[in-house]
């Protein structure tokens, strides 16, 4: 697509896990990001990665916040230092985009808020799986009215978080538990779809402690505990009217299962799995028998750059930080704000004060999202690239 705005000079905090979807999407797939350095603790990574992926600069994290050519910051680190990061990156005149979840703490994120709103400054937050082809598709289908007004609905997703946190050592670390860095996709697909949630009802259970002996792993722990609530079952209650149950268990076994279903009075639709961008949607209604029904936005997660990378199902991860990005040069609000990943952040805290207290909690913050434009689409022909990045520009 022709560059229809400047470019907005980029840097990327973080290197791990994640990084590279983002990396290679921010140097390649969206023309409104000119991704000009990156920043890590170990500065090896960062340079590996450079190289990797073409990257001009490999910086610290002093040099970013100093650099005044340096607009927007895409923070990747681990969510035990998002606030540092963002806070230190507002404070230096950087719009900050972070990866969920917002913060560790609520009134930190509510910090930050206020900081970003007193500088003038942009804050936009992950997850952005919402922006992509199935929630777009299914927040289409709901907006058209093919199933009604929405009653309720059940969200479900498992897996064995312990054998991950084997795997991935970050999931030991603060926010770590499955709600947080997996339930917090079916929580943003929710207030994408149905908008705010207005209360929130819970009983929880931790992760067990795991006793397992790494092999080939210098310092590994010989037994941990995931902190946190590992286990949910919840209730939320939204301003729609909407009743949702929420069922979360990372104590099981198994790679992810996942369900997503809401429940209109015309209707039904079952929504894909939240955590990618492509997750079918599939709709039943009277006298008819189910049937999938046909994305109308772009940002599937087809991988129409390269080789397969890791993360690779996250497809378009990045999505969020362009849509941003064209909101500075539109000078609009950008859908994924600092409302956005807060009113994510209180229902997550508020499920683990829920489940403490035994009453309901009652929601502070509130945010809706405009949805993008249908009509545009990631492929042509199933691999060529075409014009979903319009769908971005309002």
């Known amino acids: 697509m022709p560059d229809l705005f400047p470019k907005v000079k980029t840097a990327v905090v973080g290197c791990g896990s994640i990084s590279s979807i983002y990396i290679r999407n921010l140097k390649s797939l969206f023309s409104i990001i000119d991704l000009v350095a990156l920043c890590n603790r170990t500065r090896s990574k960062a340079e590996e990665k450079a190289a990797h992926f073409g990257v001009a600069r490999v910086m610290t994290l002093e040099e970013v ?10 923070n990747l680190t681990p969510p035990g230092s998002h606030y540092e990061v963002t806070k230190m990156m507002l404070e230096a005149g950087k719009h900050v ?14 910090e930050l808020s206020a900081l970003a ?11 952005d799986t919402v922006l992509g082809a199935g929630i777009q ?13 929405v009653s ?3 969200v479900s997703v498992t897996r064995s978080h312990n054998l991950m946190s084997e795997l991935f050592p970050f999931l030991r670390g603060q926010c770590g538990c499955l709600p947080y860095d997996v339930g917090v996709y079916y929580v943003g697909a929710l207030i994408a779809l149905l908008g705010p949630v207005k209360a929130v009802r819970a009983f929880t259970a931790p992760a067990p402690v795991y006793e397992k002996q790494l092999l080939f792993v210098e310092d590994a722990p010989k037994a941990w505990q995931i902190p946190g609530s590992n286990l949910v079952c919840a209730g939320l209650e939204f301003e729609s009217g909407a009743l949702v149950s929420v069922h979360f268990n990372g104590n099981t ?4 299962q996942s369900r997503f279903e809401l429940y209109g009075n015309l209707g039904m639709m079952k929504v894909g799995d939240p955590n ?7 709709l039943l209604l009277p006298e008819g028998r189910e049937v999938e029904f046909p994305f109308t936005h772009g940002y599937d997660g087809s991988n129409t750059l390269s080789e397969p990378t890791p993360f690779d199902g996250g497809g378009n991860r990045g999505i969020g930080v362009a849509e941003m990005a064209y909101a500075l040069r539109q000078g609009r609000p950008n859908r994924l704000s600092q409302d956005y990943g807060i009113h994510c952040l209180e229902v997550l805290t508020g499920i683990d004060a829920a489940a403490t207290s035994g009453t309901t909690y009652e929601m ?7 949805p993008l434009a249908p009509g545009y689409y990631s492929t042509v022909w199933g691999s060529a690239r075409a014009d979903a990045e319009r769908s971005l520009i309002d």
Request: glycine residues 12%; contains cysteine.
């Open 65 to 74: 916040a100093a650099d005044p050519e340096i607009e927007l910051v895409v």
């Open 97 to 110: 985009y972070s990866e969920k979840v917002f913060t560790t703490d609520l009134q930190q994120a509510y």
């Open 117 to 127: 709103k007193q500088r003038g400054l942009y804050l936009g937050v992950a997850p």
């Open 137 to 149: 598709t299914a927040r289409r289908v709901l907006d058209v009215g093919l199933i009604g007004k």
């Open 152 to 154: 309720s609905g059940f």
């Open 253 to 256: 076994v198994g790679d992810e």
């Open 276 to 282: 990618v961008f492509g997750g079918k949607v599939t």
């Open 364 to 370: 502070k913050s509130s945010c809706r999202i405009r």
